[in-house]
């Protein structure tokens, strides 16, 4: 009786109509025959002859296979797409049945609730600026509450929800008939403006030389506006009078005359508002209003005329804020105080559902993205257009605007004012695309709620303005997205994934990272620029601007400039950077890597003249600066990720912190981005191969992902080696240098080091370590040392080159090779690459190598939680041990420990293992057979972690008793 009989009637559909029953039949548990007939008799009209009418259906999956063959409508996407956008709400129907009528249709398609809540609201039949509470709902439980909230304040302001509310402007006809972006007239393109030579035209005062935007004019008529001088129109102002009753969402707490109020918080108001009551409470004199004609449209039609306005003093979490408010009678609305956009563009806002919180707008006097000033003087300003190029203006900084030091800020802040970039010199260099798959990609322009869509306009409107872009007819079109800036703001992207997948690579290769850091030796001071839209720079080919097309809510336009989000950018880029300043990064004047420029120099006078170069050329180039990002003539300055200052060089703060902040992955791609982030800077740490091997074995692709105690230990203590990041040398080639390698069976480790003439010291250039592989773990440990020492030297290969240095090991048998006259094949291939290099050998003792040996060794012979209980098994039947046991529990003594049952020898700080005499010829073997090592450094590594009596005992017992070196020690040649 709960179900509907389904009768293929319009407005009926199957897959809703099956989906119901099978909840109902899942509640009552129907078993698969009881689904066949009770379906059969839930038929009736035309669903019931077809069932009659068809043979062989004697199940319930054939029939619910057959009924939805038959009446199931086929719908694409766009189709249930359409369906929505087309359904509006009736002035008769309720609310919730719209919703959910609009939720049956939605069901046709895999949509995600926030756009079907867009849909919802742009089918009632009201403003925008009333609805906009309802556009904030990104669930249907949350859209059902704010219907309900809306329904019922609607009725309270007699508002006409449901009627046929047009907003719609009347569509023009689109002419695709050239127009000149220089005078603005129709049949010419802006290269072959016959006005060109009178500069560009403003729109507003229909004189040249100017752009509308910077209008003297335009400027004076503002003033005056703001003024009140000579307004004689009627300002009709948005605003919706909401009842606050309901809840305390879009609500924040404001302190105004000394009394604490709600104030409600509205994005769709255009003013602020304060009732009256509210106004005589806290101020109420009435010689302090202002006259006003504005009108207020409130919500459901209702219009108010204010009592006038009032500039009011107020604070919100303990920052002081001043604002304009119109006076509204009592009956007007339920809120004391409404808080409107004319205060909201003046701060830093943010709504998370129903959260508000307001904070101060901290703008630094800078130069925004068109290239305009933004300052605090008034009137008209001189304009100095750049030929040529509608978006390259003249810029003006503030003092507090320029990082530089005080005694030279002056030259700096008359380089940076005198700037005037003027139209670009060609440097040959333009965007060409080419496709492999000349398939259009055609995408329609995705949704946007009204906020968005009038950031996009803004942006789209100001790349118009700076001939950025322009309108297309293109048959290619990429749809455009928003993406979030830090401050709140929105930064207009295009979407060119599927269009990257069909262009061919541009292969340019950029410059590698070390090679720039290795060229700031010697350098003492650093000047650091920044370009401003980097990519815009770079023109694109008339030929390939088709291909760039992206279409927005208003229309469809294709780029003149390089756009972000094109796989081919960088290289474009890249290539004209290099190109505009080849000879000054061909006599190290300045480096550049993509956008940022590194300017070297060994003092401030030779900084200031080389930055005079590079900005004349810049100038030449048309090139556009972010001046508060540049640095200027410092002695620490960070590139590339790096901390770099007098020769040395840092991992930078912010990257470190970046990594201490990582959380714990959790599946591949993570651990592969945390491993990316930590190894950019392994040249900084210590044994980096070892540590990280339980996290490279991890993004093997036969490996199972799981991250256990082993890998979170190697997390955490790569984490920990980044927070302790040395300060490294920059390599000089004219330097003392020197080469120290170790190996073990686990790794092999090299260190780069040079003496600092500061100093006088030895100080570390670069780490360098990494896992031994497949049968390189079975070498012995002389092959090993070699191993080593070819692994180091080759990958210092571009610092030794033609640089003579100084090899130091602790094995001496490697210094005795190079005057044998046999020698294994494997290690006279390792001697032949060694031929080129310039190089001495020297042997040191193991004890004077520990801090490259830290590099190689992972101490296996620690004790583990699993062999704890079998030592202390062992140390309780040993005699020696029981008896030292025994003593210590009369007293504690200054050379034994015992903790956790496990006894300790005491070495000086140091806890030495005692080894009971069961266990030390397991223990001496496995430390020899760990690269077949000789006595004396055996016991070097034993004494580390163990302690054995007669341990020289022991070690001549092995030593003895190996087969491997007894062999290896046997003489060959023709017997005597």
Same mark, same amino acid.
């Given at each position: 009786?709960?179900?509907?009989?389904?009768?293929?009637?319009?407005?009926?559909?199957?897959?809703?109509?099956?989906?119901?029953?099978?909840?109902?039949?899942?509640?009552?548990?129907?078993?698969?025959?009881?689904?066949?007939?009770?379906?059969?008799?839930?038929?009736?009209?035309?669903?019931?002859?077809?069932?009659?009418?068809?043979?062989?259906?004697?199940?319930?999956?054939?029939?619910?296979?057959?009924?939805?063959?038959?009446?199931?409508?086929?719908?694409?996407?766009?189709?249930?797409?359409?369906?929505?956008?087309?359904?509006?709400?009736?002035?008769?129907?309720?609310?919730?049945?719209?919703?959910?009528?609009?939720?049956?249709?939605?069901?046709?398609?895999?949509?995600?609730?926030?756009?079907?809540?867009?849909?919802?609201?742009?089918?009632?039949?009201?403003?925008?600026?009333?609805?906009?509470?309802?556009? #904030?709902?990104?669930?249907?439980?949350?859209?059902?509450?704010?219907?309900?909230?809306?329904?019922?304040?609607?009725?309270?302001?007699?508002?006409?929800?449901?009627?046929?509310?047009?907003?719609?402007?009347?569509?023009?006809?689109?002419?695709?008939?050239?127009?000149?972006?220089?005078?603005?007239?129709?049949?010419?393109?802006?290269?072959?403006? *016959?006005?060109?030579?009178?500069?560009?035209?403003?729109?507003?005062?229909?004189?040249?030389?100017?752009?509308?935007?910077?209008?003297?004019?335009?400027?004076?008529?503002?003033?005056?506006?703001?003024?009140?001088?000579?307004?004689?129109?009627?300002?009709?102002?948005?605003?919706?009078?909401?009842?606050?009753?309901?809840?305390?969402?879009?609500?924040?707490?404001?302190?105004?005359?000394?009394?604490?109020?709600?104030?409600?918080?509205?994005?769709?108001?255009?003013?602020?508002?304060?009732?009256?009551?509210?106004?005589?409470?806290?101020?109420?004199?009435?010689?302090?209003?202002?006259?006003?004609?504005?009108?207020?449209?409130?919500?459901?039609?209702?219009?108010?005329?204010?009592?006038?306005?009032?500039?009011?003093?107020?604070?919100?979490?303990?920052?002081?804020?001043?604002?304009?408010?119109?006076?509204?009678?009592?009956?007007?609305?339920?809120?004391?105080?409404?808080?409107?956009?004319?205060?909201?563009?003046?701060?830093?806002?943010?709504?998370?559902?129903?959260?508000?919180?307001?904070?101060?707008?901290?703008?630094?006097?800078?130069?925004?993205?068109?290239?305009?000033?933004?300052?605090?003087?008034?009137?008209?300003?001189?304009?100095?257009?750049?030929?040529?190029?509608?978006?390259?203006?003249?810029?003006?900084?503030?003092?507090?605007?320029?990082?530089?030091?005080?005694?030279?800020?002056?030259?700096?802040?008359?380089?940076?004012?005198?700037?005037?970039?003027?139209? *670009?010199?060609?440097?040959?260099?333009?965007?060409?695309?080419?496709?492999?798959?000349?398939?259009?990609?055609?995408?329609?322009?995705?949704?946007?709620?009204?906020?968005?869509?009038?950031?996009?306009?803004?942006?789209?409107?100001?790349?118009?303005?700076?001939?950025?872009?322009?309108?297309?007819?293109?048959?290619?079109?990429?749809?455009?997205?928003?993406?979030?800036?830090?401050?709140?703001?929105?930064?207009?992207?295009?979407?060119?994934?599927?269009?990257?997948?069909?262009?061919?690579?541009?292969?340019?290769?950029?410059?590698?990272?070390?090679?720039?850091?290795?060229?700031?030796?010697?350098?003492?001071?650093?000047?650091?620029?920044?370009?401003?839209?980097?990519?815009?720079?770079?023109?694109?080919?008339?030929?390939?601007?088709?291909?760039?097309?992206?279409?927005?809510? #208003?229309?469809?336009?294709?780029?003149?400039?390089?756009?972000?989000?094109?796989?081919?950018?960088?290289?474009?880029?890249?290539?004209?950077?290099?190109?505009?300043?080849?000879?000054?990064?061909?006599?190290?004047?300045?480096?550049?890597?993509?956008?940022?420029?590194?300017? *070297?120099?060994?003092?401030?006078? #030779?900084?200031?003249?080389?930055?005079?170069?590079?900005?004349?050329?810049?100038?030449?180039?048309?090139?556009?600066?972010?001046?508060?990002?540049?640095?200027?003539?410092?002695?620490?300055?960070?590139?590339?990720?790096?901390?770099?200052?007098?020769?040395?060089?840092?991992?930078?703060?912010?990257?470190?912190?970046?990594?201490?902040?990582?959380?714990?992955?959790?599946?591949?791609?993570?651990?592969?981005?945390?491993?990316?982030?930590?190894?950019?800077?392994?040249?900084?740490?210590?044994?980096?191969?070892?540590?990280?091997?339980?996290?490279?074995?991890?993004?093997?692709?036969?490996?199972?992902?799981?991250?256990?105690?082993?890998?979170?230990?190697?997390?955490?203590?790569?984490?920990?080696?980044?927070?302790?990041?040395?300060?490294?040398?920059?390599?000089?080639?004219?330097?003392?240098?020197?080469?120290?390698?170790?190996?073990?069976?686990?790794?092999?480790?090299?260190?780069?080091?040079?003496?600092?003439?500061?100093?006088?010291?030895?100080?570390?250039?670069?780490?360098?370590?990494?896992?031994?592989?497949?049968?390189?773990?079975?070498?012995?440990?002389?092959?090993?040392?070699?191993?080593?020492?070819?692994?180091?030297?080759?990958?210092?290969?571009?610092?030794?080159?033609?640089?003579?240095?100084?090899?130091?090991?602790?094995?001496?048998?490697?210094?005795?090779?190079?005057?044998?006259?046999?020698?294994?094949?494997?290690?006279?291939?390792?001697?032949?690459?060694?031929?080129?290099?310039?190089?001495?050998?020297?042997?040191?003792?193991?004890?004077?190598?520990?801090?490259?040996?830290?590099?190689?060794?992972?101490?296996?012979?620690?004790?583990?939680?699993?062999?704890?209980?079998?030592?202390?098994?062992?140390?309780?039947?040993?005699?020696?041990?029981?008896?030292?046991?025994?003593?210590?529990?009369?007293?504690?003594?200054?050379?034994?420990?015992?903790?956790?049952?496990?006894?300790?020898?005491?070495?000086?700080?140091?806890?030495?293992?005692?080894?009971?005499?069961?266990?030390?010829?397991?223990?001496?073997?496995?430390?020899?057979?760990?690269?077949?090592?000789?006595?004396?450094?055996?016991?070097?590594?034993?004494?580390?972690?163990?302690?054995?009596?007669?341990?020289?005992?022991?070690?001549?017992?092995?030593?003895?008793?190996?087969?491997?070196?007894?062999?290896?020690?046997?003489?060959?040649?023709?017997?005597?």
């Amino acid at each position: 009786e709960s179900l509907e009989k389904f009768a293929a009637e319009k407005g009926q559909d199957i897959r809703v109509w099956i989906d119901e029953f099978e909840e109902v039949a899942s509640v009552a548990r129907w078993s698969e025959e009881e689904k066949f007939l009770i379906c059969r008799k839930s038929l009736s009209g035309t669903a019931r002859n077809f069932m009659f009418a068809e043979r062989g259906i004697r199940s319930w999956a054939r029939l619910k296979k057959k009924l939805i063959q038959e009446f199931g409508e086929k719908l694409s996407t766009a189709e249930v797409h359409r369906r929505l956008s087309k359904r509006i709400k009736r002035s008769d129907e309720k609310f919730l049945d719209y919703l959910y009528e609009m939720q049956r249709i939605a069901k046709m398609a895999d949509l995600e609730e926030e756009v079907i809540c867009e849909y919802v609201c742009d089918g009632i039949p009201d403003s925008s600026t009333n609805k906009a509470i309802l556009y #904030e709902a990104e669930t249907i439980r949350s859209l059902k509450k704010k219907l309900e909230r809306y329904e019922r304040l609607a009725e309270k302001t007699g508002s006409a929800i449901g009627k046929s509310v047009s907003e719609k402007k009347p569509t023009k006809k689109y002419d695709d008939s050239p127009k000149c972006f220089n005078c603005g007239e129709k049949g010419h393109k802006s290269d072959k403006c *016959p006005h060109k030579e009178r500069g560009m035209k403003c729109f507003n005062c229909g004189d040249f030389g100017h752009s509308s935007r910077d209008c003297p004019k335009k400027k004076n008529d503002e003033k005056k506006t703001r003024d009140g001088a000579n307004s004689s129109k009627k300002k009709d102002v948005s605003v919706r009078i909401i009842d606050a009753e309901a809840d305390n969402d879009f609500q924040v707490k404001v302190t105004i005359g000394g009394r604490s109020v709600s104030a409600l918080v509205d994005t769709g108001s255009d003013i602020c508002v304060i009732r009256e009551d509210l106004w005589e409470s806290v101020c109420g004199n009435y010689d302090e209003i202002q006259q006003t004609s504005t009108k207020i449209h409130g919500f459901g039609g209702n219009v108010e005329k204010p009592k006038g306005k009032v500039i009011l003093d107020f604070s919100i979490d303990c920052h002081k804020y001043s604002c304009v408010f119109h006076i509204a009678a009592r009956s007007a609305m339920k809120a004391l105080l409404l808080i409107g956009r004319d205060f909201l563009m003046t701060v830093s806002h943010r709504i998370d559902h129903g959260h508000v919180s307001i904070s101060p707008l901290i703008v630094p006097h800078e130069v925004d993205d068109t290239g305009d000033t933004e300052g605090d003087e008034e009137g008209p300003q001189e304009d100095v257009p750049a030929e040529g190029s509608d978006w390259l203006l003249h810029i003006e900084i503030e003092e507090d605007a320029v990082d530089c030091p005080k005694e030279y800020r002056s030259q700096v802040e008359s380089l940076i004012t005198s700037y005037n970039p003027g139209k *670009p010199e060609s440097v040959g260099v333009q965007t060409v695309i080419k496709l492999h798959d000349k398939t259009p990609v055609n995408r329609r322009p995705r949704r946007f709620a009204p906020l968005e869509k009038r950031c996009i306009e803004e942006q789209v409107h100001e790349w118009m303005t700076d001939g950025i872009v322009r309108p297309s007819v293109s048959e290619y079109a990429s749809p455009v997205t928003l993406a979030k800036k830090k401050d709140g703001s929105y930064r207009l992207c295009v979407d060119y994934r599927e269009l990257n997948s069909k262009v061919e690579r541009d292969r340019y290769p950029m410059p590698l990272i070390d090679d720039q850091l290795d060229k700031l030796v010697g350098a003492k001071v650093f000047t650091t620029l920044d370009l401003r839209n980097s990519y815009f720079h770079v023109p694109v080919d008339e030929d390939s601007r088709k291909y760039t097309a992206f279409v927005t809510h #208003e229309g469809q336009y294709e780029f003149n400039k390089t756009p972000f989000g094109l796989c081919l950018s960088p290289s474009s880029f890249g290539r004209f950077i290099s190109a505009v300043f080849r000879d000054l990064i061909n006599k190290g004047v300045v480096l550049a890597f993509v956008d940022d420029l590194i300017i *070297p120099s060994k003092d401030e006078e #030779e900084g200031l003249k080389s930055l005079r170069t590079v900005i004349s050329t810049a100038e030449k180039a048309g090139l556009q600066f972010n001046w508060k990002k540049c640095h200027f003539l410092k002695r620490n300055v960070e590139y590339l990720g790096y901390e770099v200052s007098g020769g040395q060089i840092a991992a930078s703060k912010s990257k470190i912190e970046a990594v201490l902040n990582f959380p714990q992955p959790r599946t591949v791609k993570q651990l592969q981005r945390f491993y990316g982030m930590a190894s950019y800077f392994r040249r900084f740490i210590k044994d980096f191969a070892r540590i990280s091997r339980p996290l490279t074995m991890m993004l093997k692709k036969e490996c199972v992902f799981e991250f256990g105690s082993e890998q979170i230990h190697a997390f955490q203590i790569l984490k920990q080696a980044m927070s302790e990041a040395p300060v490294l040398q920059i390599f000089d080639q004219n330097a003392e240098t020197e080469v120290h390698t170790d190996a073990s069976k686990d790794g092999l480790a090299g260190i780069l080091l040079q003496r600092c003439p500061e100093d006088g010291q030895m100080h570390p250039c670069h780490f360098y370590s990494r896992t031994t592989q497949g049968a390189e773990v079975r070498y012995h440990s002389y092959d090993l040392e070699w191993l080593a020492v070819v692994a180091t030297v080759t990958k210092f290969r571009a610092y030794l080159l033609g640089t003579p240095f100084k090899l130091v090991t602790d094995c001496s048998a490697l210094k005795q090779t190079m005057t044998k006259k046999e020698v294994s094949p494997r290690v006279v291939k390792w001697m032949q690459i060694l031929n080129d290099y310039v190089y001495t050998t020297e042997h040191r003792p193991a004890a004077r190598m520990q801090h490259v040996d830290a590099l190689s060794r992972c101490h296996v012979m620690t004790v583990t939680s699993s062999a704890r209980s079998k030592i202390q098994a062992a140390q309780m039947r040993d005699p020696y041990i029981e008896a030292i046991t025994a003593a210590l529990k009369t007293g504690p003594h200054d050379d034994f420990v015992n903790e956790g049952g496990i006894l300790f020898k005491m070495k000086g700080e140091q806890k030495l293992l005692v080894v009971p005499e069961a266990m030390r010829s397991e223990i001496v073997r496995q430390c020899h057979s760990a690269g077949h090592i000789g006595k004396k450094k055996m016991r070097a590594k034993l004494s580390i972690e163990y302690f054995i009596p007669n341990l020289d005992e022991e070690l001549e017992k092995c030593v003895a008793n190996c087969v491997q070196c007894i062999l290896a020690e046997r003489k060959t040649g023709k017997m005597e």
